[in-house]
């Protein structure tokens, strides 16, 4: 054998033998073409021994390129066996990551709840149906004429201070009272009309017992021959149904410019009286002004303030808490 296919052999075995290492030692996928290319590219390890087999002597060079080739492919096999060596180990660690303990305990998903005005409401809405009113209802943003005009309370009028209003642009208002929601039902209907009207009422006005956002259910009935007799045992009745015989209940004389006479109506809430509804006889006027003939027809209205029945069935003392959106303090009143 020739010097030169002699140092050619030793060539190949020792290439061969260092691709089989470094295939073997690559530990990222990433890495693998290239330490690949050092040996199999076109400027690899290899190529420089197809040179040296072009100077061989021509009765060495089969036996000499035979040997290449083998050497090249166990140095491509060994790659290919690299490849997959890293893709396995991706996969099981891929799989490792998104293992799902089982046996943990799982996540509580926080439940809300009907908040407690909106159960109160709810409450009264029921009762108050069960007793033969129907719902209606009526816009947030008013108008000056059915939140005041046609209440029988003209612009020049005094009881509008009673009221501090939010006032919008274009003559627009927040209603400040449910009664509105009276004016419209009558102008579009004829009596007998026996309604509740439940919903957000707006104020300028916030202490411990006042909000400036606060529920009112309007109550109206109107037919021949309604009395302020129905009037006393019809809220009477309502309150008893809500707190039991036993709660001190009083009616005290009030005036409100829609409703003659007037009422306002407390109960005692254990440790003070509470102001929670007005009530009163339509005023012939308002009846007048929807159409209707006061000869005729008459009824009763009421207003009741839903916060403050919740303040007292739930013992709160400042409305605010109500609204402050704690929910440590709303988590106390689970919905039943
Ligand atoms: C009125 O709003 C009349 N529209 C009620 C009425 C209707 C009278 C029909 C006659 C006929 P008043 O302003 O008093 O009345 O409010 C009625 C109730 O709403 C009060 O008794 C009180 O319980 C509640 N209320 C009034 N202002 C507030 C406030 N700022 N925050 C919480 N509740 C309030």
Known sequence: MSEAHARLQADIDAIRAEALEAASAVEREADLATVRARFVGKKGAFAPLMQALGRLAPEDRPSAGARINVARDAVEAAFESARSRLAEAALAAALERGRVDVTLPGRVVAAGATHPVQQVLDDLVDL??????????????????????????????????????????????????????????????????RIIAPGKVFRCDADTTHSPVFHQIEGLWIDRDVTMAD?????????????????????????????????????????RWMEVLGAGMVHPQVLRNVGYDPDQVQGFAFGLGVDRLAMIRYGITDIRYLWENDARFLRQFPTR
């Open 128 to 193: 108050l149906c069960a007793f033969g009113f129907e719902l209606a209802d009526g816009p947030e943003v008013e108008t000056e004429t059915f939140n005041f005009d046609l209440l029988n309370m003209p612009s020049s009028h005094p009881a509008r201070d009673m009221q501090d209003t939010f006032y919008l642009e274009g003559g627009l208002l927040l209603r400040t009272q449910t009664s509105p929601v009276q004016v419209r039902t009558m102008q579009s209907r004829q009596p007998p009309v």
């Open 231 to 271: 009037l006393k045992g019809t809220l009477t009745h309502f309150l008893r149904m809500l707190y039991g015989p036993d709660r001190p209940v009083r009616f005290r004389p009030s005036f409100f410019p829609f409703t003659e006479p007037s009422v306002e109506l407390d109960v005692w809430t254990g440790s």
